[in-house]
């Protein structure tokens, strides 16, 4: 595995004399540490963390000592230097240097000391921080420990702020920086999506509607955006930002961002004085920049080193032509809408990297909102990894410096966020090697099929037209095929086989097979509505179903619950339905699905014009307030469904003709209907055609309310196509 040395001549190509500098012999220390009086707190932690790992890997004791003596052999921290030693580093520069027999391991800031730390304890101790959130460390004993003579050794990352965990215990260990150092306070005030935050519609709106976004010729209350035309709510804007900001510096004075950002949603103002200043720019994104820009200039004057943060996100995603940012605002793209088993230069993220490409050549600070979870189901198989080297290295390549990697649960849990924490501190990582690493430690004498698997997944989505998105990937049959998720299952019996005789392996083993029986029972051969599942290699799926029943509980698989357990019962079994439409009365069986009210949730209410006595009830606005995995079936080519909604609206309305609600798809096809208030306000339920879908890939369908909607669904029918 590497070490020191190896480290060394890989990234920089240093020739080391032979000779090395022993830290311990046989067991016993042959000096001690040094952690000089006015050291920082992180750097007496740092000082006493390389003790720590002495001992645990050679058993000797090395004292650590705030006076230096001649026994003194290993200096921790900027301030245990030589005064004319102490240059201006990069920002969160580490160095590790020998010389005359000393040891001197420092970095540009108390923080970066203690990452110095960490790496010489990975990389030349040889110790794995495998699942820190879980104190799980692999630890080789070595009686003798030895630097190589002449060590010289300097990194400096290319993203200075690194968001993955905001955990104190851990946070150092895994080079994160993206929160105070108890773990309380974001060094961004606010976060995200903060127009809310800092102008409550239930605070301001009944006095202030002007404040709020236009549609339709109407300001809305919930869920909205502002007008950012609004010289009155941005002075009150202004005025709550700086206090929040400064009641956080007083608390943690190392905070460095605010966010003044868009909320979760595409409402924005569409006034005639925001409508113009977007027009002009080309891009809803024109007000967002004019606004944050007369926000960030006010900040600037009484917190010139606060960087003022805001989102280029979903409507704002496309730079204004005619706008720059202010110096000292930092926009943060999200990846949203990208294909992560993909490349963002690959064709398939051509957008998202038209984009980054044009922020990066307008944006004097430029982060990145990196989504590596699957939002859509986080307990199936999700093959992003192998890409992720590449990604990261487009996202430094365009000068981008912060980087929020947000990830989800998923049957890789640990050994992802391994690859994660040392792909976001250095890029130059080969994903693979993490993997290997990891996995021989971690899955013990199951790590040869643990990894035939995950290759596996990663060339099952390599492969041309699979796609992985972030949302709307509910099951893996937009890129994993029968066959590969088949042989999945041979090489997941042979790992539970061979980490049966130890209990902690065969329950890591069995959180990632029970991503993939949940992923065989949402697959749609095996179905219950599918007629023709016979046809398919035969699986015992009550087997399968009892697994992953027992898996859950034993496993405590985090957001799992009996509820997901009778939901996949139901989706397996064969089906029976009421009486049909009279729209597809003659439709037969084979081609008709029917979901109801409690198919699709399980908050119902009694409605007693609902077909089924049941409903389901939505009055959010602006955001996806309903989400459905569409039935699919990869196996067949033209697998072609008819989808139809039942549904009414209780609103008040002053043109009919408006929309009440929309319904949509996103996933292998982005598809948007609307109804309007005079359509289907009041009265009975009404039926509402979505489209017509292949759904041999993926789709979710999804229904967004206008504000002061209420929206009530019976069922959902599908109507097969008849074969071209």
Known sequence: ????????????????????????????????????????????????????YLRAVSGAELAVSRTETPQTMIYVGKSALPEDWREVLRPDEIRMLEKGGKLYLYGENPAATLYCVYEFIEWSLGVRFLDPCNDIEDIPPQNTLEIPDGLKYAYAPRFTTRSLYDDPRFMYKVRSNGCSPDGTLSILVGFCHTFEQLIPPSQYYDAHPEWFAMRDGVRLKNDAQLCLANDEMRAELIKNALAKLAAQLEIYPGTRYISISQNDNNLYCTCEACAAVDAAAGSPSGSLIHFVNLVAEEIEKKYPDILVETLAYQYSSVPPKNLRPRH??????????????????????????????QWSQIATHLGVWHYVGNFGCAYIPYANLYPLREQLETLAAHQVTYLYLQGAYNEFFAMRNYIYRHLLWDQSYDVRVLAKEFAERYYGEAAPEILAYL????????????????????STEGWLSLDGLLKGRTMMERALAKSAGNAEVHRRVRQVAFALDVATLLRGEYAGFNRDRDRYPPLDLDAVLDSVASAWEELQIPGFTACRVDALRKRIAQRTFGAKPDFCREVPDSDYLEFTAEDLTEKTIDDPKAAGGKALKYDVAGGWYFQMDLPVCSAVENYKWSVYVSLYCEAEYANGALPAFAFGTCGATDSEVTGSYGQYVGGDYRWLKIGTFNLNAPNKLWAANQPGTTTYIDRIVLVREPEP
């Open 1 to 52: 595995m590497k070490n020191m040395l190896l480290l060394i001549l890989a990234f920089l190509g240093f020739v080391l004399r032979t000779e090395a500098m022993s830290i311990v012999v046989d067991g016993v220390p042959l000096g001690s540490i040094y952690s000089a009086e006015e050291a920082d707190e992180l750097e007496w932690k740092a000082a006493t963390e390389l003790r720590k």
């Open 328 to 357: 000292n605002v930092m926009i943060r793209l999200c990846t949203d809408q990208c294909v992560f088993n993909r490349p963002f230069s690959a064709p398939e993220n051509r957008n998202f990297f038209t984009h980054l490409t």
């Open 455 to 474: 290759d596996l997944l990663e060339a099952e989505a390599a492969r041309p037209g699979a796609v992985i998105r972030t949302l709307g990937t509910g």
